[in-house]
């Protein structure tokens, strides 16, 4: 009787004592997504902020652009196409990129298209061309103009590409792998008994 008492008695205060620290681990998971969440939104308003209007040759542009010798030039020429806003000076700027990559993979067979040593090279260099582009300019990257783009890219390039699929193991590894699992029930069930019969029921 105190047996079984003293029993309920742990099983209770461990329960408890589990919730606690559930409860516990909780808060503190709680507390460091919340802080992480407002370190991002500080990392942010600090980009944000970074971006300005610049000067450039002692004329201001009329959009944001990182303070960058490099993004310089870019929004200068963005800003040699008066009245096209950032979004549309991105198109631009990609087109024109977009033809040096197209003369590079033209001057591969269609059958390297595939070979993914070949291509990286123009691949890479390309996200890298949009990703600086878009940051100099102060927008997001990716966004919906890159995302077209880079389908385009796809379905022009590689969409006859094979993808690699699992294939099923040979014959004769999957009939081992099914047999031995089927094989050790009976020889269990021969060891629980013979264990019964001896009666060493504990063991």
């Not at 408890?16 to 942010?44: E, K, M, P, R, Y």
Request: hydrophobic content about 35%.
């Amino acid at each position: 009787m105190n047996r079984a008492l003293f029993s309920k008695m742990t099983v209770t205060r461990f329960s408890l004592v589990f919730s606690c620290c559930l409860v516990t681990l909780l808060i503190w998971g709680c507390t460091n997504v919340i802080c992480l969440d407002n370190d991002n939104a500080t990392v942010q308003l600090l980009t944000t902020t970074t971006v300005k209007t610049t000067e450039i040759s002692g004329h201001q542009l009329q959009f944001p652009c990182l303070n960058d010798p490099y993004c310089h030039s870019v929004c200068k020429i963005c800003e040699d196409h008066p009245g096209k806003p950032p979004m549309e000076c991105l198109s631009y700027l990609f087109d024109d990129y977009l033809h040096l990559f197209n003369n590079q993979m033209s001057s591969l067979n269609s059958t390297d298209w595939c070979v993914w040593d070949k291509v990286s090279s123009f691949y890479s260099d390309f996200s890298t061309y949009t990703e600086n582009i878009s940051d100099c300019l102060g927008i997001p990257w990716p966004n919906s103009l890159v995302e077209k783009l880079f389908v385009n890219i796809h379905a022009a390039y590689f969409k006859s590409c094979p993808t690699e699929e699992f294939s099923d193991p040979p014959p004769g590894i999957v009939f081992a792998l099914v047999i031995t699992p089927i094989c050790l029930i009976p020889v269990m069930v021969s060891l629980v008994v013979i264990k019964t019969k001896n009666g060493d029921g504990t063991s």
